[in-house]
């Protein structure tokens, strides 16, 4: 069975301040998907990135990056320089790997409610 | 904007009743999921349809079901509702049935008094 974990329920910085968002997966696939999505506080769900598990290169996009490790299973995000409009809610996902006849649904951790304080 | 629409945006019912929500997918999408997010259970799969057929069943209730049309919409209908059941009801639709990337709609929030 598939699990995510996602020790942090709250974290609060001042903005400008880098924010790291910790996230551990369980899959006994070695063929799987890991996602990270932005809930802001209007409810929709904004895809953020997708990883393959056979993708272990750091991926940067503007002032966002994400950090998978294979080794301990954990797929962190972290805001650079973070500003009040990244206040929001953040899940990160997983998915298996593709089968013949399967779906692939996504579970999700539990989220991070991350505020960012003027 | 994701292209996947969901309606009604807002519900308000009482409990024992009977309500349904509706997604529609992005174009050429063939493939539609439900997710359900609660205070309870965080944000968990429902079930998902692939071109008319069910695909996979997550976690719902046997008082909930679903279906998707020919012209491939979907359709979750909650019976017998209970105060438990207030939650955010997200569809969301891929292109095929392993696709990877779901586009999720804004979701439904169904509220049971």
């Known amino acids: 069975a598939q699990k995510v974990t996602q020790a942090q329920t709250e974290i609060s910085v001042v903005e400008k301040e880098d924010v790291t968002l910790d996230c551990v997966y369980e899959?006994?696939?070695?063929?799987?998907?890991l996602f990270w999505y932005k809930q802001p506080p209007s409810g929709e769900l904004v895809f953020l990135i997708r990883?393959?598990?056979?993708?272990?290169q750091n991926e940067i996009s503007g002032r966002y990056s994400w950090n998978f490790q294979k080794s301990t299973s954990s797929f962190n995000f972290t805001i650079t320089a973070s500003q009040v409009v990244d206040s929001a809610v953040y899940f990160c996902?997983?998915?298996?790997?593709?089968?013949?006849?399967?779906?692939?649904?996504?579970?999700f951790g539990s989220g991070t409610q991350l505020t960012v304080l003027p | 904007d994701s292209g996947v629409t969901q309606t009604p945006k807002h519900l308000i019912t009482a409990t024992g009743q009977r309500v349904t929500l509706r997604c529609s997918p992005r174009?050429?999408?063939?493939?539609v999921y439900w997710y359900q997010q609660s205070l309870d259970q965080g944000l968990q799969f429902l079930i998902q349809?692939?071109?008319?057929?069910?695909?996979a069943k997550g976690n719902i209730l046997e008082r909930f079901s679903a279906q998707q049309f020919p012209d491939l919409h979907s359709e979750l209908n909650l019976s017998s509702l209970e105060l438990g059941d207030s939650a955010l009801y997200f569809c969301?639709?891929?292109?095929?049935?392993?696709?990877?990337?779901?586009?999720f709609g804004p979701g439904t929030r169904l509220t049971v008094l």
């Open positions: 899959t006994r696939d070695t063929t799987y998907y």
């Open positions: 996902a997983l998915s298996e790997a593709f089968r013949t006849g399967s779906a692939r649904q996504l579970t």
């Open positions: 349809y692939y071109n008319g057929e069910e695909r």
């Open positions: 969301a639709s891929s292109v095929g049935s392993g696709s990877t990337e779901q586009f």
């Open positions: 990883r393959n598990s056979f993708d272990e």
């Open positions: 174009s050429g999408d063939l493939s």
